[in-house]
């Protein structure tokens, strides 16, 4: 299927299906100048291509500890003619060491999982569960991951549920990182966030800049036209 009208293809997996969270994640990345970025987690690629879309400089790495996941993942880079520009490695993030070089990247995003383990609703597919759970992978080998593979002066983007805020934040200083830009995501402004969208700097001094928050309606109750935008429905091109 296409993302958007004339947007890049996408074939889902069966149980890594792109959420609103990816899709805010990836327009909140803010790439630049940075030219090596590898997503922990990738599921079926969806963070790499929506990176990928949008710089041409950029290399993108997915790690995938699920084998058809990955496969997925790399069809989606070749049905749109990226695989010169993005690796789907398989393997598990808590031994990144095995795989990668230390500082090797520039931009680490992720994904996570959000519930802490023995907490939160647990899917009886193993493959959902661990995409929602820390059964894998807790948030502090992600946090660690990332500090390995990002050099110092990169960034680690993430999205997380708003009520595990402090422990984003604190495992991001203890692993050496930063939080430098944050966004809290509501459904409208009468509801409180749920999400957050946080970017950490490796190696920086303290300093966090607070964004306006994003809502996915506006007061009518329709998409607001910040959504609008990062979906690419303006025009009325519907995802």
């Known amino acids: 299927m296409e993302l958007w009208k004339n947007g890049p293809l ?34 079926s690629g969806i963070l790499p291509l929506l990176l990928l879309t949008r710089s041409d400089r950029l290399h993108m790495t997915g790690l995938e500890i699920n084998s058809e996941a990955a496969r997925i993942a790399r069809g989606n880079m070749a049905a749109n003619a990226l695989e010169e520009r993005c690796d789907i490695v398989t393997g ?21 999982p959000y519930f802490a383990a023995g907490s939160g609703r647990q899917s009886p597919d193993a493959d959902k569960a661990a995409a929602r759970g820390e059964i894998l992978c807790s948030l502090e080998d992600i946090c660690r991951a990332a500090a390995y593979l990002c050099r110092t002066g990169g960034a680690f983007c993430l999205v997380h549920r708003a009520e595990r805020l402090a422990d984003v934040i604190c495992l991001l200083r203890e692993t050496g990182f930063e939080a430098k830009r944050l966004r809290t995501v509501s459904h409208s402004a009468q509801k409180e966030p749920s999400l957050v969208l946080i970017e950490a700097r490796r190696g920086a001094g303290a300093g966090l800049k607070i964004m306006p928050p994003l809502f996915i309606c506006g007061d009518d109750g329709r998409e607001s036209s910040e959504i609008k935008r990062i979906y690419h429905r303006e025009d009325g091109n519907e995802r």
């Open 10 to 43: 996408f074939e889902q997996s069966e149980h890594f299906r792109p959420g609103t969270d990816s899709v805010l994640l990836a327009d909140f990345v803010n790439i630049g100048t940075r030219k090596r970025g590898i997503d922990l987690g990738c599921g």
């Open 92 to 112: 598990d993030i808590r031994g990144c060491r095995e795989l990668f070089k230390t500082g090797q990247f520039d931009l680490v995003v992720s994904n996570p």
